[in-house]
């Protein structure tokens, strides 16, 4: 029987940009990639999505990633985590906001979202890969209620208790990440004992540079 991999998406993000790509991770499994607004729509239930209880491995990135962990309770005994710039608290000291102006930023998405997508642009401009204006231009096509939705849901929660871990649960973070500084992911460690935790030297926030 196939293999079943589930990716789960970072804020305003369609990971089927790097499709082609991140499919080579399992070339014979099948894979389903959540759309954002999907995913945002179920956030205190993401594992009432189709397809994701039945995945034998779902990766999530960063928003995905957050969403996976704040849902660790339904998730399948054996089922594998892969976990991409994940965070503790989108809102802690190492972070670029705080609840009071993400929270603002959120409600933003509803007169100018085109603002609110740049000041998210401002952190990865400088990432080495050439994918920023493609991100742009997918967070561009979503609705400004998911977007403040999944904003909102950053803003009012975090991890603050440990996780249960149930299955083979792996943590990959970049070095040179702008939109979710390592200091922010190693805050998780607490809360995940036994979890390896594994740096990419010469990667930033994305997906194909933090997998292979």
């Not at 990716?7 to 499994?29: H, Q, R, T």
């Not at 205190?44 to 957050?66: C, K, M």
């Not at 991409?84 to 979202?113: G, M, R």
């Amino acid at each position: 029987m196939n293999e079943k991999w589930t990716w789960l998406p970072d804020f305003a993000s369609d990971m089927g940009i790097w499709e082609d790509d991140l499919v080579g991770i399992a070339p014979d499994a099948e894979h389903l990639f959540v759309t954002y607004e999907k995913m945002v729509s179920v956030l205190d239930d993401v594992y009432g999505l189709p397809g994701i209880a039945e995945a034998s491995t779902v990766v999530g990135w960063g928003l995905g990633a957050f969403v996976l962990l704040k849902n660790a309770h339904n998730r399948p005994k054996n089922q594998k985590w892969i976990l991409l710039s994940p965070y503790a608290d989108y809102c802690s000291d190492h972070s670029e906001w705080n609840n009071e102006n993400l929270s603002f930023i959120a409600h933003q998405t509803k007169t100018a979202v085109d603002a609110t997508l740049n000041a998210f642009y401002e952190l990865i401009e400088n990432e080495f890969g050439e994918w920023q204006d493609d991100w742009m231009k997918a967070a561009k096509a979503i609705n400004p209620e998911a977007l403040y939705k999944g904003l909102s849901y950053i803003a009012k929660n975090r991890i603050d208790a440990p996780v249960p871990i149930t299955a083979e649960t792996q943590v990959l973070y970049g070095r040179m990440d702008g939109a979710v500084p390592p200091a922010m992911t190693l805050e998780l460690k607490e809360f995940m004992p036994g979890v390896e935790f594994k740096e990419r030297p010469k990667a930033g926030h994305w997906p194909p540079l933090l997998l292979f």
